[in-house]
């Protein structure tokens, strides 16, 4: 080869490299959302790769190479820089940036080496001229990338499993010193929201530990025990999460649970799970794990929650819940919304407590209930639960009430459940508004189910709100199918992004207008993802 071609073929191998690296960064913040499982990233990633413009600048180079070899790699150089700026920073930009964890950068680390040797070999492969086989292997590259990456972590399974085992095992040490009652939370849905509740109430009465937002993986719990946990820490509330049966029983060997909280057992994740049975197997964990005589508190307003308390026969079970015709140890009465809060009574079967919070939503308010009975139940003075209930402060997004400019925004992006969903619509017909809007995508995850529940949801929303923005594809048909069914046809907005959703309310609202925010989908179910381009601005 001569020297005008190894600087060519130099050109060539930097120009690849380079936008190898922003597509692989790309797809790896969306392996990342998937918690690294291949089956569900190659159902999201399919043949998007197929469309990369990085194929075609190559398809090109090809063409062009034939008579002009140096104009060639002029042209693909100048284009794959021009695609790796053009490519949003997934570190940077998205609903759920990329976060180059140690597992996530050896995981980048590999892909950009397997590409590297993959686009050699197969450039010397191919019985071509080097400086065409070179555009050859640049398409395989790019429509193959998302193969490359799923590649690479397979690679390194064994690795990450022997790291995990060995920070697991530092974190069961911890635990077994430190030796905090350990107050084990699950539920299709409440657990952050009852995690934070319980915790705030604990931290009154003795030094407690809880992790801040939704961790409630094995790692993500592994990694608090070993970074928060210390000496003298009294209670430990630890939210557990499943995605599939085992997992609740593995993070119950990780921080053995001397008491439960069961918040409710529902739809939630029905596709990962496959039936509600599993779903009220996978919950049953956490009751099973409990010592015999141990504390099982239970919300009864949940058949599939309830289903888990009558066969905990073995254990001390408390239920609390509102419209439960079950024998309670707390029920919830008299709910009241208001701007600033609600106003509520907690019965219990010998007083009557009434309580304030500045929360809103009457799942949340359920929650209280349960959080109230457990700590009751652990000896905290009912003084003290109620007047910390009265300094709970709303979460950000979880149905949290803005005004700004006079117009009353409900903001509950984080919920992901008909529950939820319905608890939003509630609070906005309670609060004064001349005009109600909803924005929303509804709701996923529910197996066959899905469709009936967002025309249902649809139905709903259309009765309470004079228009409904809903957002993107994934439930689109049955939110248009709801509002025919109420005859509210003219009050639905279809957009395709969040974007397009705000450009929208910026040119219709006005003053003492209310807008409710219901769930806002990951990057995943959005067609402005920005997977290869930045979003256009509306």
């Known amino acids: 080869m001569s020297i005008g071609n190894v600087i060519l073929f130099t050109l060539l191998a930097a120009s690849q490299s380079w936008l190898a690296w922003h597509r692989l960064l790309a797809y790896l913040r969306y392996f990342q959302q998937e918690a690294y499982e291949p089956l569900r990233f190659l159902r999201w990633a399919r043949v998007r790769s197929l469309g990369d413009p990085a194929a075609y600048v190559a398809v090109a180079g090809f063409l062009i190479a034939i008579r002009h070899p140096y104009l060639a790699a002029l042209f693909f150089a100048a284009a794959t820089m021009i695609?790796?700026?053009?490519?949003?920073?997934?570190?940077?930009?998205?609903?759920?940036?990329?976060?180059?964890?140690?597992?996530?950068?050896?995981?980048?680390?590999?892909?950009?080496?397997?590409?590297?040797?993959?686009?050699?070999?197969?450039?010397?492969?191919?019985?071509?001229?080097?400086?065409?086989?070179?555009?050859?292997?640049?398409i395989a590259a790019f429509v193959l990338m998302p193969a490359i990456l799923l590649a690479s972590n397979g690679l390194l399974v064994p690795f990450e499993r022997?790291?995990?085992?060995?920070?697991?095992?530092?974190?069961?040490?911890?635990?077994?010193?430190?030796?905090?009652?350990?107050?084990?939370?699950?539920?299709?849905?409440?657990?952050?929201?009852?995690?934070?509740?319980?915790?705030?109430?604990?931290?009154?009465?003795?030094?407690?530990?809880?992790?801040?937002?939704?961790?409630?993986?094995?790692?993500?719990?592994?990694?608090?025990?070993?970074?928060?946990?210390?000496?003298?820490?009294?209670?430990?509330?630890?939210?557990?999460?499943?995605?599939?049966?085992?997992?609740?029983?593995?993070?119950?060997?990780?921080?053995?649970?001397?008491?439960?909280?069961?918040?409710?057992?529902?739809?939630?994740?029905?596709?990962?799970?496959?039936?509600?049975q599993e779903i009220i197997k996978a919950k049953s964990e956490l009751a099973e794990s409990l010592p015999a005589g141990a504390l099982l508190v239970v919300n009864a307003d949940s058949p599939g929650a309830l289903t888990i308390a009558k066969a905990a026969t073995q254990r001390r079970v408390l239920l609390?819940?509102?419209?439960?015709?079950?024998?309670?140890?707390?029920?919830?009465?008299?709910?009241?919304?208001?701007?600033?809060?609600?106003?509520?009574?907690?019965?219990?079967?010998?007083?009557?407590?009434?309580?304030?919070?500045?929360?809103?939503?009457?799942?949340?308010?359920?929650?209280?209930?349960?959080?109230?009975?457990?700590?009751?139940?652990?000896?905290?003075?009912?003084?003290?639960?109620?007047?910390?209930?009265?300094?709970?402060?709303?979460?950000?997004?979880?149905?949290?009430?803005?005004?700004?400019?006079?117009?009353?925004?409900?903001?509950?992006?984080?919920?992901?459940?008909?529950?939820?969903f319905r608890a939003a619509l509630e609070v906005s017909a309670s609060l004064p508004a001349d005009r109600r809007f909803l924005v929303t995508p509804g709701v996923i995850e529910l197996g066959g189910d899905q469709a009936s529940v967002n025309r249902t949801l649809s139905r709903e929303a259309a009765a309470v709100c004079d228009k409904t923005v809903v957002v993107a594809d994934a439930n689109r048909e049955a939110f248009v199918q709801g509002h025919k069914d109420a005859g509210r046809e003219d009050a639905l907005v279809c957009v395709a992004n969040r974007t397009e959703a705000f450009a929208w309310l910026k040119a219709t609202l006005h003053e003492r207008d209310s807008v409710v925010l219901e769930n806002d989908l990951p990057d995943l179910h959005e067609r402005s993802a920005g997977l290869f381009w930045k979003p256009a601005r509306t």
């Not at 809060?341 to 007083?351: A, E, P, S």
């Open 83 to 138: 695609l790796g700026l053009a490519q949003p920073d997934p570190v940077r930009t998205g609903k759920i940036r990329l976060n180059l964890t140690p597992r996530a950068r050896r995981v980048l680390i590999g892909a950009i080496a397997l590409a590297s040797v993959s686009w050699l070999l197969l450039t010397f492969a191919i019985d071509l001229p080097a400086l065409r086989s070179a555009y050859v292997a640049s």
């Open 162 to 276: 022997a790291i995990q085992r060995r920070y697991e095992m530092e974190a069961v040490a911890r635990v077994r010193e430190t030796d905090p009652f350990v107050i084990g939370i699950t539920g299709s849905y409440g657990k952050s929201s009852s995690k934070a509740i319980l915790a705030h109430i604990l931290r009154l009465h003795a030094p407690t530990l809880s992790a801040t937002g939704s961790i409630n993986t094995l790692m993500g719990i592994t990694r608090h025990i070993r970074d928060e946990l210390v000496p003298a820490t009294a209670f430990m509330v630890v939210e557990m999460g499943a995605f599939r049966v085992g997992s609740i029983r593995r993070l119950c060997g990780l921080t053995p649970p001397n008491a439960g909280l069961i918040t409710a057992v529902g739809d939630m994740h029905m596709e990962r799970f496959g039936s509600a």
């Open 320 to 420: 609390y819940g509102e419209t439960s015709a079950e024998d309670l140890e707390t029920r919830l009465c008299d709910v009241h919304f208001t701007r600033e809060g609600t106003t509520f009574i907690l019965k219990t079967r010998d007083r009557a407590f009434s309580c304030f919070t500045p929360l809103l939503g009457r799942p949340i308010i359920l929650n209280i209930a349960g959080a109230f009975t457990l700590a009751r139940a652990l000896g905290v003075s009912p003084a003290l639960i109620v007047g910390a209930i009265r300094t709970l402060r709303p979460v950000s997004n979880r149905l949290e009430v803005v005004e700004e400019n006079g117009i009353t925004w409900i903001r509950d992006a984080y919920n992901s459940n008909q529950f939820g």
